[in-house]
Each structure stands twice: as C-alpha cells, then as structure tokens.
T-cell receptor, first 113, second 114 residues
C-alpha cells in the first residue's frame, strides 16, 4: 500500500539550512514531489524529482532521493521568514498524474529570528 | 491570472444542509481532483475525473458526490454535511499522458459545519 511519512514540525533559525525528511513505502513511485502550503492557501509545487535521479538542485532548494531506503529530503538553504509554511511530500505511481498523488501529513517549518 | 479557481473560499453551513463547492480551471487539463484536508492530516483524495470518467476512492462516503459538466468546471456536492465534514476542500488539475504528473491546486474552500 501507499504511505508517506513526515515529521510534523521543524524549527530552524533564520539564515540556517532546513532539512525536511520524508519516507515512502511504494518502490513503484515514478515521481516524488515537494509542495508548499502557506496559511489559508492551496498547495503550490516547489519541486519534483524523477525516480531515476539521486539529486536535484534548484536555487536554494536541494532534493535528495535515496531509492534503496525510500527516503526523500528537501534542503532549503539560507532559510528566510517567507519560507515559513507546511511542506508536503507526495508520490505518484503512474507518473502521468491521472491517479492523483499520495501526500504525507506535512511538516510545519517554523523560523526563529 | 489564477489557473484553478475555487468558490466560495469560505462556506458555513448547518448540520445536514446540502452544500456545493465549485472549481473552474483555465488550463484545459483533462483530469480534475477533489481532496479533503483536515488539520494536521494529509490531503485525502475523494475522487477524480479522468476526462468524463468518474473515479471514486473506495473509502469516500456516499455523502460526497461530484459533477463535471464540461472540461473547465467540477463541483463537489455534500448532501448532508456532518460535523466531521468540516475541512478544507482542495480542487486540483493535471494533464495525463506523460509529463511530470504535477497537480495544480486551487486556493481551497474551507467548510464550517454548525
């Protein structure tokens, strides 16, 4: 079955790096995603990684995928107050998006001044 | 230039009083989804339309129905809302047939049941 696990909270100091971790159970996952949700808003795609990749970097964001351990992480460099949000890990089995995504419960990123 | 628009953003209803939430999209995506999101929980897929084909998740209560009159619009009907149906309802779209499978979300409709 599909299951995506994340820790619920992460607190970091402004300017430090944030690392949000996720584990998933289905080795058939073709794409893995990180979505961001700000208070009262919908989910916004931050980045994604294809299952045959180990790493993807996009400006301040670095995604690492360990397919053997079914572990995905999102690193945010130089964390700013605007990064305060809930971050959801998600997986897709079909890759074409037709069956939707399975989400984790989300990690609340709290920024300390 | 919002691409997935949900209305209303906030809906208050009474216990048992039917409610309809709407979603429209300008992306011309063939797949549309409804997710239910409760506080500190993962968004839960209720159902989706693949073109005109309706796909219900096995554990979605019968109280929840959906309509998709055309490519651009999709509705979520809650026939007799209970207190446990209070949640954020998220509409999303995607294009099938390859690509990254990314879902595009609306801002959500927050339902309160009194």
């Amino acid at each position: 079955g599909e299951d995506v696990e994340q820790s619920l909270f992460l607190s970091v100091r402004e300017g430090d790096s944030s690392v949000i971790n996720c584990t998933y159970t289905d080795s058939s996952s073709t794409y893995l995603y990180w979505y961001k949700q700000e208070p009262g808003a919908g989910l916004q795609l931050l980045t994604y990684i294809f299952s045959n990749m180990d790493m993807k970097q996009d400006q301040r964001l670095t995604v690492l995928l360990n397919k053997k351990d079914k572990h995905l992480s999102l690193r945010i460099a130089d964390t700013q107050t605007g990064d305060s949000a809930i971050y959801f890990c998600a997986e897709s089995l079909t890759g074409g998006g037709a069956d939707g995504l399975t989400f984790g419960k989300g990690t609340h990123l709290i920024i300390q001044p | 230039d919002a691409m997935v628009i949900q209305n209303p953003r906030y809906q208050v209803t009474q216990f048992g009083k039917p409610v309809t939430l709407s979603c429209s999209q300008t992306l011309n995506h063939n797949v549309m989804y409804w997710y239910q999101q409760k506080s500190s929980q993962a968004p839960k897929l209720l159902f989706h339309y693949y073109d005109k084909d309706f796909n219900n998740e096995a554990d979605t209560p019968d109280n929840f129905q959906s309509r998709r009159p055309n490519t651009s619009f999709c509705f979520l009907d809650i026939r007799s809302p209970g207190l446990g149906d209070a949640a954020m309802y998220l509409c999303a779209t995607s294009r099938s047939g390859g690509g990254t499978g990314e879902l595009f979300f609306g801002e959500g409709s927050r339902l309160t049941v009194l």
